[in-house]
């Protein structure tokens, strides 16, 4: 396999899996090292090395689970951290290994593991507990954010060159632009105004993200499904989806966000829950493996899984408006799929079959469409060296196809697409697929 020996014979006193949420031995045994995931595998071409691969790391969970390798060791922290978790090694394996569920049991692993960092672990908590885990919270300091972008201080900070000083003039402008108002769930409904026949009720997971700086996009997509058919309706109470706390290893905390969103939405008593952005979407259609061990939520969080449905799967199997587009100008637009739509939900063919029923779209497909831009979450954070590699080989992908217009449909992705484009110099517009259908109309 090529393994490194300094990652296979540690110095460090050996310490092993423990406890709660540990890697499977049944996923990582069905791995077959036949290496078909090896050029689906984005940190694997950027570096050619085995360890950087799926099955490398597989590899090194093996060895921390059979004692060889010390779950400490900053090789094996630094392959699992590198990992994006984009799932292409999944869609790719012939034998159905889970390695999103290995990768991510890991994280959680060396999280607990961890020495304690006082200022590590106070910031971990303000982000993951404190932020994330409190919409109200989350919404204040979007606020804030809101009067940093619009008082002055955005443009004083860049042309005094405070940023540059920082060292976050990269960081800082992928931030979004904070719109004046923001979605705030609080059981509104909303209609179909006239329907043929009976309208599908269904429910919108508005997201923390998505419900405040791309409100403008939830608002559309409450637009897009009433024109399908559907009564809307924004349950109160739902939170964040948990998925950037999943990836950061810390289980707990995601397990609270899942319980708060299914009490939020069980008792709506809609036909679906519609979610349009890709990364949520992944992890609310696992909240039932997340909590398989809860004796009180396992069901209940399967009944809510088989509701989830990402708005382009769902929209695919309804009937569209004729008018679409009426005399619109032409537009070229190619498709940038996120990992966690294309790799973990496989859904491929939908956003294109939904940009294809618009009269005057041409749909110019892209080179690798599916390999990760380097978002992950809060990856073009945390590795950023990776990150932009990723970045920009996925712009000179998009620049070469001539489009007028790149499609996503995740906010991770946007924001990264938007701001690779912007420092490439090129006019090429980033659109939400909702955004694009909404204003087809």
């Known amino acids: 396999m090529g393994i490194p020996l300094p990652l296979l014979h540690s110095t460090a006193t050996k310490r092993s899996f423990s406890g709660a949420d540990i890697p499977e031995s049944a996923i990582f045994q069905s791995c077959v090292r036949c290496g078909l995931c090896l050029p689906h595998c984005p940190t694997y071409l950027e570096t050619l090395t085995e360890t950087s691969s799926p099955r490398g790391r597989i590899h090194l969970i093996e060895a921390v689970a059979a004692g060889e390798l010390s779950l400490t060791d900053p090789g094996f922290r630094h392959q699992m951290?590198?990992?994006?978790?984009?799932?292409?090694?999944e869609a790719a394996c012939p034998s159905g290994v889970q390695y999103g569920k290995l990768v991510e049991s890991a994280r959680t692993q060396i999280e607990r593991a961890r020495p304690g960092n006082p200022l590590r672990q106070a910031f971990r908590r303000l982000i993951f507990q404190r932020l994330f885990g409190d919409m109200s919270f989350f919404r204040s300091f979007s606020r804030l954010l809101r009067l940093y972008q619009r008082s002055g201080l955005r443009f004083l900070a860049r042309k005094l060159g405070i940023l540059t000083l920082l060292r976050m003039e990269k960081m800082e402008r992928l931030l979004p632009?904070?719109?004046?108002?923001?979605?705030?769930?609080?059981n509104q409904e909303y209609p179909v105004t006239t329907a043929e026949q009976t309208p599908t009720r269904v429910a919108l997971f508005a997201g923390c993200i998505m419900s405040t700086a791309f409100a403008e996009?939830?608002?559309?997509t409450i637009r897009v499904l009433n024109r399908a058919g559907c009564d809307v309706t924004l349950p109160q109470g739902q939170g964040c989806c948990g998925a950037l706390t999943i990836h950061a290893g810390d289980m707990d905390e995601a397990r609270k966000m899942a319980r708060q969103n299914i009490a939020a939405f069980e008792e709506s008593g809609d036909e679906a829950i519609i979610i349009n952005a890709a990364g949520c979407g992944a992890a609310l259609k696992e909240y039932a493996h997340l909590l398989k061990d809860d004796s009180d939520y396992a069901e209940r969080a399967t009944t809510?899984?088989?509701?989830?449905?990402?708005?382009?799967?769902f929209l695919a199997h309804r009937p569209q408006s004729a008018a679409l587009r009426k005399g619109k100008e032409p537009l070229k637009v190619t498709y940038q799929e996120p990992c966690h739509l294309v790799h973990a939900q496989r859904i491929r063919q939908e956003p294109r079959q939904l940009l294809r029923s618009l009269p005057g779209i041409e749909l110019r497909?892209?080179?690798?469409?599916?390999?990760?831009?380097?978002?992950?979450?809060i990856y073009n954070l945390t590795q950023p060296e990776m990150s932009r590699r990723l970045q920009q080989r996925k712009i000179e992908r998009i620049i070469a196809t001539g489009a007028d217009v790149v499609v996503t449909a995740n906010p991770g992705c946007h924001l990264q697409?938007?701001?690779g484009l912007q420092e490439a110099g090129s006019k090429i517009r980033v659109r939400h697929i909702v955004d694009l259908l909404d204003q087809a109309d």
């Open 417 to 419: 697409l938007q701001a």
């Open 177 to 186: 632009d904070m719109p004046a108002a923001f979605l705030i769930p609080a």
């Open 365 to 377: 497909e892209m080179q690798e469409s599916a390999l990760c831009c380097g978002s992950a979450g």
């Open 81 to 89: 951290y590198q990992c994006l978790d984009c799932r292409a090694c």
């Open 304 to 313: 809510f899984s088989r509701k989830v449905r990402d708005v382009s799967e």
């Open 217 to 220: 996009t939830d608002r559309a």
